[in-house]
Nanobody, 126 residues
Framework: QVQLVESGGGLVQAGGSLRLSCVAS????????MGWFRQAPGKEREFVAA????????DYTNAVKGRFTISRDNAKNTVYLQMNSLKPEDTAVYYC???????????????????WGQGTQVTVSS
């Protein structure tokens, strides 16, 4: 059974930083694409960043480019999202997600992801 568990959220002032972690279990982590999404109250879930199984290729939504960095440590079954220069509009519940198929890139549509963590709240105050 695949499980994804996020941590690292919290309350931070604008301009501050947080690092989110997502620990995966239940399968060979290094075979799967991983993504981060977020959902603010009253808004649809949106893509934030993603990384290929080897970590060689990353993808970011324009709103976070240059501020957020996604990375992974396959030895620790963990994907990270380093968030710098945070803005109030980054406030949301952040989810990590993955797919069921080996070495497949699903893109940015959250509906194409099969597994989700429980989410971690990030609140940025102005």
């Amino acid at each position: 059974q695949v499980q994804l568990v996020e941590s690292g959220g919290g309350l931070v002032q604008a301009g501050g930083s947080l690092r989110l972690s997502c620990v995966a279990s239940g399968r060979t982590f290094s075979n799967y694409y991983m993504g981060w999404f977020r959902q603010a109250p009253g808004k649809e879930r949106e893509f934030v960043a993603a990384i290929t199984w080897s970590g060689a290729t990353t993808d970011y939504t324009n709103a976070v480019k240059g501020r957020f960095t996604i990375s992974r440590d396959n030895a620790k079954n963990t994907v990270y999202l380093q968030m710098n220069s945070l803005k109030p509009e980054d406030t949301a519940v952040y989810y990590c997600a993955s797919v069921a198929r080996v070495k497949v890139i699903p893109g940015r549509d959250w509906r194409l992801y099969d597994y989700w963590g429980q989410g971690t709240q990030v609140t940025v105050s102005s």
